[in-house]
T-cell receptor, first 115, second 113 residues
Framework: AQSVTQPDIHITVSEGASLELRCNYS??????LFWYVQSPGQGLQLLLK??????LVQGIKGFEAEFKRSQSSFNLRKPSVHWSDAAEYFC?????????????FGPGTSLSVIP | DTAVSQTPKYLVTQMGNDKSIKCEQN?????MYWYKQDSKKFLKIMFS???????INETVPNRFSPKSPDKAHLNLHINSLELGDSAVYFC????????????FGQGTRLTVV
């Protein structure tokens, strides 16, 4: 069965430090992969997506993610975290005939930023 | 201009009541969804509609009935509300083509007391 795991439930980093959020997926075919961010009391905003091509994808707000097929991973990175990055981050996999026939979300990683 | 809008944003109601949540998108998308986010922030798809036709129904109780009067609207009606229905419900939309993402509304926080 398809699934998405995010091993870190909660991460705390200092402002200006680098960040890596981990995501692993289980899916038999070529996945469509997404990272979403949810600020408190808000809806989800897409940070970046991977469908094919270059395995390193750039997103908004200075985020990037790297797809590693051999590790079934799609980790999110940011070189220098800002206090406004504190939020919930969701990794997601699109399954089905089109990328959004159905999307399975991971459990989320809550990011806290120390000023 | 809000792309995907849901109303109401907050909904508090008693057990046994019937309530509806409305969703509208002005993006011209063909596909719309309802997601449920529980207290642990776990997101799970409930329904998806493509051009008013039900595509996905993820084993949601019959008390939940989506209705799509046109492809820009997908409303969620819930009968006989239970305590366990308390959650944040998100509406989303996407073009029904490969390689695209979904756009989410701000969510409706439903509290059943």
């Amino acid at each position: 069965a398809q699934s998405v795991t995010q091993p870190d439930i909660h991460i705390t980093v200092s402002e200006g430090a680098s960040l890596e959020l981990r995501c692993n997926y289980s899916y038999g075919a070529t996945p469509y992969l997404f990272w979403y961010v949810q600020s408190p009391g808000q809806g989800l905003q897409l940070l970046l997506k991977y469908f094919s091509g270059d395995t390193l994808v750039q997103g908004i707000k200075g985020f990037e993610a790297e797809f590693k097929r051999s590790q079934s991973s799609f980790n999110l990175r940011k070189p220098s975290v800002h206090w406004s990055d504190a939020a919930e981050y969701f990794c997601a996999v699109g399954v089905g005939k089109t990328s959004y026939d159905k999307v399975i979300f991971g459990p989320g990683t809550s990011l806290s930023v120390i000023p | 201009d809000t792309a995907v809008s849901q109303t109401p944003k907050y909904l508090v109601t008693q057990m046994g009541n019937d309530k509806s949540i409305k969703c509208e998108q002005n993006l011209g998308h063909d596909t719309m969804y309802w997601y449920k986010q529980d207290s642990k922030k776990f997101l799970k798809i409930m329904f998806s509609y493509n051009n008013k036709e039900l595509i996905i129904n993820e084993t949601v109780p019959n008390r939940f009935s989506p209705k799509s009067p046109d492809k820009a609207h997908l409303n969620l009606h819930i009968n006989s509300l239970e305590l366990g229905d308390s959650a944040v419900y998100f509406c989303a939309s996407s073009p029904f083509t490969g390689g695209t993402e979904a756009f989410f509304g701000q969510g409706t926080r439903l509290t059943v007391v």
